[in-house]
T-cell receptor, first 112, second 117 residues
Framework: QKEVEQNSGPLSVPEGAIASLNCTYS??????FFWYRQYSGKSPELIMS????GDKEDGRFTAQLNKASQYVSLLIRDSQPSDSATYLC????????????FGQGTELSVKP | EAGVTQSPTHLIKTRGQQVTLRCSPI?????VYWYQQALGLGLQFLLW???????NRGNFPPRFSGRQFPNYSSELNVNALELEDSALYLC????????????????FGDGTRLSIL
């Protein structure tokens, strides 16, 4: 089992729709969860961080964390073509200090 | 505020050569991380430095090494280059995560794309 798993996609949604990206992790002592966006040929850009169970909203983005189910998700409301990118889920375990473990990423395509 | 800066942006080497990649963290950040992003393999953790010390190391051979300087900048050295070392090498920085429950996010530089011929 991979430590952090994401649906590889590609996930295709029409402009204006809600895009839902999912991530599961295997280490129960994971404490910090991050979503990064990576455009083709570019470096990852931090878009959301979440540390406690529940929802965290920032503009059109909502991160959801359920530690009991070891599940974290990212919702993008009113999706725009500029949101088309690969979204990376990253997890930090309490036992591994600063190291982030990344999922393989989900490719999102928003169609005009 | 300047972001994480990496140099060079691109590098072409041949098998067996050695390479040094450089990273300057965001001002105020003392932790520096190195990741490798090879085609189809995702981001793999290489090294973590905090306050000049190596704190953690990923599953890479000893020919991957590095150091952090007193100004918190960092170098990644790769010796005896192999074809599979071709990848995007990403440096990230954060405020110190040496404290056990620190939740500091990491911010990435633009990376160095290394090609081995």
């Amino acid at each position: 089992q991979k430590e952090v798993e994401q649906n590889s996609g590609p996930l295709s949604v029409p402009e204006g729709a809600i895009a839902s990206l999912n991530c599961t992790y295997s280490d129960r002592v994971s404490q910090s969860f991050f979503w990064y966006r990576q455009y083709s040929g570019k470096s990852p850009e931090l878009i959301m961080s979440i540390y406690s169970n529940g929802d965290k909203e920032d503009g059109r983005f909502t991160a959801q964390l359920n530690k009991a189910s070891q599940y974290v998700s990212l919702l993008i409301r009113d999706s725009q073509p500029s949101d088309s990118a690969t979204y990376l889920c990253a997890v930090r375990s309490r036992n591994q200090g600063g190291k982030l473990i990344f999922g393989q990423g989900t490719e999102l395509s928003v169609k005009p | 505020e300047a972001g994480v800066t990496q140099s060079p942006t691109h590098l072409i080497k041949t098998r067996g050569q050695q390479v040094t990649l450089r990273c300057s963290p965001i001002s105020g950040h003392t932790s520096v991380y190195w990741y490798q992003q090879a085609l189809g393999l995702g981001l793999q953790f290489l090294l973590w430095y905090d306050e000049g010390e190596e704190r953690n190391r990923g599953n890479f051979p000893p020919r991957f090494s590095g150091r952090q300087f007193p100004n918190y900048s960092s170098e990644l050295n790769v010796n005896a280059l192999e074809l599979e070392d071709s990848a995007l090498y990403l440096c990230a920085s954060s405020r110190s995560t040496a404290v056990r429950d620190s939740n500091q996010p990491q911010h990435f530089g633009d990376g160095t794309r290394l090609s081995i011929l």
